[in-house]
């Protein structure tokens, strides 16, 4: 397998979702559904090789091979949980690495992909962000995740489907990487793609207001909002883009997201952590936030600790407590339940690999506070 930095000028094809390939297979002098004919090789078939592609022709694969290749990120490591979640760590270039992890259940089997080399938004909460930020991943990069733990796993598109579901919540904030997770979204959606539906295909954020609009007029996927605290003072001490977006701000567009997907409810992730937002008033302030909500729904998560954290899991009583708070309240509440702890990656503890990364993140951050549109 070739890697997704390749030292010729070749182009990856997995940078590009459906209508790119046409076009990429038009300036080659190809018919554009030629384009689809590999699309469903290399991502029904899992196929990277051209030669392999038997009902291509032998002139166009020699063209193919000449211009162009199907390179998904290089495995690093993977293990294995004692739970069955799986972890990998996929190689990038000068040293980065990032990381996907797949959690089968008994109904399903979901991927959690990543969308940056580390992250710039720097919750307070969360191993990626301690990390710093490197660069956005591209579409392959992002698609090649997905791509590299269905051959791993024997996924069959439309057949023996172990990914059933995606979640664009690994590393990074999606939404700051707009247009490659857009591509990558597309890719997963596509039926000569990965084929998955809309409810299927997640993308978490952890509010960039004018993105969420811009992504709900760009495509059909659910998605997920990194609340993690029901006021303004705490959850900009715990996720410091609340100073650009504060709550009334994302709220607002969780509600012109519904009104545009009338159909569809947002799930709010709530990470809960000891004495900091798991108190009896706490749970008032969200069930109050989500009173302007009432379709959506709260998925609390029992903090992960990593190395060098502040903060602890609250007790098992507290999270109870909690959780019978807000369904008592009438608020549609799930408790997720913590997954491959023993191989850190649990929700919160993908950290991956990220270098060279100090000046760009204090860059980042530095025009964060300057209140920068598109800061990150
Ligand atoms: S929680 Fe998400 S947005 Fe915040 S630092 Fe971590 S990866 Fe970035």
């Not at 664009?168 to 700051?176: D, F, H, S, T």
């Not at 705490?234 to 012109?256: D, F, G, S, V």
């Amino acid at each position: 397998m070739q890697q997704v930095v390749a030292s010729s000028n070749k182009v990856n094809l997995l940078d590009f979702d459906r209508q790119g390939l046409r076009d990429f297979f038009t300036q080659l002098g190809e018919k554009p559904y030629r384009a689809e004919q590999v699309m469903k090789w290399i991502y029904h078939d899992l196929e990277d090789d051209f030669e392999n592609m038997t009902d291509v022709g032998k002139a166009l694969r020699a063209k193919l091979t000449e211009a162009c290749y199907i390179g998904a990120p290089k495995t690093l490591l993977d293990k294995v949980a004692t739970d069955g979640t799986h972890k990998w760590l996929l190689g990038m270039d000068s040293g980065n690495a990032i990381e996907t992890v797949y959690i089968p259940e008994p109904t399903r089997g979901t991927l959690c992909v990543s969308s940056q080399i580390g992250c710039a938004l720097n919750c307070q909460f969360c191993s990626t962000g301690a990390q710093g930020f490197n660069r956005n991943l591209s579409t392959a990069e992002i698609i090649g995740q997905v791509w590299v733990a269905a051959k791993y796993l024997g996924n069959v598109t439309h057949q023996n489907r172990r990914i059933t579901n995606v979640v664009m919540m690994g590393m990074g904030e999606p939404l700051a990487n707009f247009d490659n997770v857009l591509k990558a979204m597309k890719l997963m959606r596509d039926d000569l793609g990965f084929g998955l539906a809309a409810k299927r295909v997640t993308l978490s954020t952890a509010g960039l207001v004018p993105l969420i609009d811009q992504l709900s007029e760009a495509i059909d996927v659910s998605l997920a909002v990194s609340l993690h605290a029901a006021n303004d003072e705490l959850r900009t001490e715990l996720m410091p883009i609340n100073k650009r977006y504060p709550i009334a701000e994302l709220l607002a567009a969780c509600q012109r997201w519904i009104a545009r997907k009338p159909r569809t409810s947002i799930t709010f992730e709530y990470t809960l952590m000891q004495g900091v937002n798991d108190q009896p008033e706490h749970a008032r302030q969200l069930i109050k936030l989500m009173r302007k909500l009432p379709t959506c729904k709260v998925n609390l998560i029992p903090f992960n600790p990593f190395p060098g954290t502040q903060f602890k899991r609250s007790d098992a009583a507290d999270i109870h407590a909690f959780q019978t708070q807000l369904l008592n309240a009438g608020v549609l509440t799930m408790l997720r339940r913590t997954r491959g702890d023993d191989i850190d990656a649990a929700c919160g503890q993908l950290a991956g690999q990220v270098t060279d990364r100090t000046r760009r993140s204090a860059d980042i951050r530095k025009r964060q506070d300057e209140g920068a549109t598109h800061a990150i």
